[in-house]
């Protein structure tokens, strides 16, 4: 296996932006891989360089040789608005072998949220349907969960504060295929500012580890970090365990579980030189490595929502969003393949 990451163009094209993998989620099945995006259209303006006024597509990148190649299928529809769907009135079998579920937002400030679901891979998709508040303000649901059998399931999601702004995560379940939902816990207190974008772990049949994106106002300035919280008891209370990074500016995390039973974080680094790090946890997420750079050639703060897997062969495919002087101002999706035994940045 390579010691150095190699990167792969998932989506660029001139004159388009693709972003935010993070949110619409990644699956993989054998070599095949699968990862959903935003493709707008490019516009030079402060923040986002996306045009606000012309149409935004949730679509889905497919490589069928283990993120060597892409390519880019048709979106789904997305829904106007809560009354363009409807209410699940089956059960789905989160445990057929090309199950995969994507959870959405109308608008990720506010809510409510939605989802669909495959039975084949994401060749075709059923759905929209409204995923239920649970006595939460609204939810702005982004794509993260685990399978616990056949009809139950575990989700990380946000909610709105106590104000109605953004945003708290919690944990949710159904135990009847997506029926109904229920409140299971908080993840952490409330914050000031906002914790967003849970990404979870399951460690056992009662250990759940989730790490969290944080942001808040110090001395008058925006910092950012991603937080970590162990349950011992499926998800019912959380205990804080040390920030696994800080000083990052704001970015999701992305957490898996590899082969060898290491934690792997994946993240953007919104601060120069901006770049893709992972870090390792051999301890259950008690205590973090070195920051590990994949690449720190982007061109501005414009990036990351990673999302990871890990191949067969043991090497990790890392999605997210980039740009880099070399390709010009768009933004696109890349994917790096690397070794998490090698512990060689990206030189």
């Not at 995006?37 to 006024?53: A, K, L, N, S």
């Not at 685990?146 to 709105?160: C, E, K, N, P």
Request: proline share 7%; hydrophobic share 35%; net charge negative.
């Amino acid at each position: 296996m390579s010691a150095k990451p190699e990167h792969k163009v998932v989506f660029f094209e001139r004159g388009r932006y693709g972003g935010w993998p993070a949110n619409q989620g990644i699956w993989s099945w054998d070599n095949e891989i699968l990862v959903g995006f935003v493709r707008g259209y490019h516009q030079e303006r402060p923040g986002h360089t996306i045009d606000p006024d012309r149409p935004q597509e949730k679509v889905f990148a497919r490589s069928l040789d283990g993120g060597e190649t892409w390519k880019v299928e048709n979106p789904l529809k997305t829904p106007a608005g809560p009354s363009e769907t409807g209410r699940l009135g089956y059960a789905m079998d989160f445990t057929l072998p090309d199950f995969a579920l994507t959870l959405r937002n109308f608008d990720h400030h506010a809510g409510p949220s939605y989802f669909f679901h495959t039975d084949d891979r994401g060749a075709s998709w059923k759905g929209p349907y409204l995923l239920p508040d649970i006595g939460t303000p609204w939810i702005a649901a982004r794509t993260d969960y685990i399978v616990d059998g056949r009809h139950s399931l575990t989700a990380f999601l946000t909610a709105a504060k106590s104000n109605g702004m953004e945003g708290r995560p919690f944990c949710a379940r159904t135990t009847d295929g997506g029926v109904t939902w229920k409140m299971v816990s908080w993840i952490g207190p409330e914050p000031e500012g906002f914790a967003i974008m849970p990404s979870g772990v399951r460690l056992s049949k009662t250990d759940i580890i989730v790490a969290v994106r944080r942001k808040e106002k110090v001395e008058e300035k925006s910092t950012g970090w991603l937080e970590c919280y162990l349950s011992k008891d499926d998800g019912l209370n959380w205990k804080r365990l040390d920030d696994p990074v800080r000083y990052m500016d704001s970015n999701p995390p992305a957490l898996i579980q590899l082969g060898d039973g290491r934690l792997c974080l994946t993240y953007g680094v919104r601060v120069s030189p901006y770049r893709i790090c992972a870090r390792f946890s051999d301890d259950r997420g008690v205590t973090w490595g070195d920051e590990v750079v994949l690449r720190d050639d982007g061109a501005n703060g414009d990036i990351g929502y990673c999302r990871s897997v890990q191949r067969h062969d043991g090497m990790v495919v890392t999605v997210y969003y980039f740009n880099d002087p070399k390709t010009g101002p768009e933004r696109y999706i890349g994917a790096t393949i690397w070794d998490p035994d090698a512990r060689t940045d990206m030189g």
